[in-house]
């Protein structure tokens, strides 16, 4: 067995002469004794906590995905998926409720074809649970012609929350800028 390892080695280009003379009468350790076996094991439990502790989302990356799943539903036209992200107990402008921002979002859905949002840079205050997002936003809309035939601009204070791991708007209020 010595020489057949031997032979092996010499193929791949080691020689005899590279092992250390110490080593060459080293016994294998017993299986249970094997130091690959629970380091491995440790070291992968290891790595796969690090791993799904970096793919989860901060609260505010969090909170940035769900403001970006909300426009493109308005912009597509899509008020009942912006709608799963308004909380039960909105309130909005003039104590408007979940079902009358519902309304609105349709009228202004119908009224308006190619009804498009864009929404300037969002400031974030994150307390724990809670968040308040500041930001500007364009609402156009019209023919879908070169320029829009009606567009206005808003400035929104927004309330969000988690609710069942989700966050969700419960307070808004908007103004209109010149």
Known sequence: MVRHTQKR???????HASIPPRMENTKPLPMNQQPGRK?????????????????RDSPEAALRAQLQVMQSAAGDG????????????????????????????????????NLSATTGPL?????????TVRFDVI?????GRFLPDSAQTYSIISGWRIEAGKWRVYYAQWEPML
């Open 139 to 143: 609402l156009a809309g019209g023919s």
């Open 9 to 15: 080695m010499a193929a791949v280009g080691f020689h």
């Open 39 to 55: 380091g491995l094991l440790f070291g992968l439990i290891f790595a796969l906590m690090a791993i799904s502790a970096c793919h």
């Open 123 to 131: 400031r974030i205050q994150m307390h724990g649970d809670r968040a």
């Open 78 to 113: 899509r008020m009942g998926d912006f709608m799963e992200s308004v909380s039960g107990d909105f309130v909005g402008n003039e104590g408007m409720d979940r079902a009358a921002l519902h309304n609105l979002l349709r009228i202004q859905a119908i009224g308006r074809s």
